[in-house]
């Protein structure tokens, strides 16, 4: 019979899921309970916010949801990330994390409605930030048209220089 308490935390996370943004699952065996906070820290500093569950919980939760396809990658100890705003700072604090800490990986992720594995999260991870992506997407766009400005400048100078010469060399001959 269940607990009112897991009947709550149950809703919670569905409620969290639904909510929409990105979710990744996890593993974290043998981390210690120092590290993990440090990890929860740096989650909750890209925006992101870090919660372990019972895996059968989860289950629960996502059953009827667009995530549920996660429930097969729910396998040993699992975390599970919400994040709302940039989900590739979250799979980069994820994959930074785990260079200095072997037990942590990301196992799957729903991002973006699509669900991801982890060798397509690591991929993820390294892509450029958001920030850096979408200054070089405004810097392709912006190319073509400061390239005719340049362009059609340098066509009205030389009428310009071309009209003051005329004009020069007018004075001269009335002098």
Do not use: W
């Not at 993990?36 to 289950?59: E, H, P």
């Not at 996502?62 to 995530?67: E, F, K, M, R, V």
């Not at 699992?78 to 799979?91: L, N, W």
């Amino acid at each position: 019979m269940p607990t009112p308490e897991k009947e709550a935390l149950v809703a919670q996370l569905r409620q969290d899921i639904e909510d929409g943004g990105s979710i990744y699952l996890t593993e974290f065996s043998r981390l210690t309970v120092e590290d993990m906070n440090k990890l929860r820290g740096k989650i909750l500093a890209v925006g992101a916010r870090l919660q372990v569950a019972k895996n059968r919980l989860l289950k629960l939760a996502l059953q009827g949801t667009a995530a549920e396809a996660l429930s097969e990658y729910l396998t040993g100890p699992t975390a599970i990330t919400f994040c709302k705003d940039d989900p590739i700072a979250v799979a980069k604090t994820f994959a930074e994390f785990a260079r200095q800490h072997e037990e942590v990986a990301i196992k799957a992720g729903l991002v973006e409605g699509k669900v991801i594995d982890r060798q397509q999260a690591e991929k993820l991870a390294s892509l450029p930030p958001r920030d850096q992506l979408l200054a070089e997407l405004l810097a392709q766009l912006v190319g073509p048209a400061s390239g005719l400005v340049r362009v059609l400048s340098a066509a009205l100078s030389d009428v310009v220089f071309t009209l003051q010469g005329i004009a020069d060399k007018r004075q001269e001959a009335e002098a």
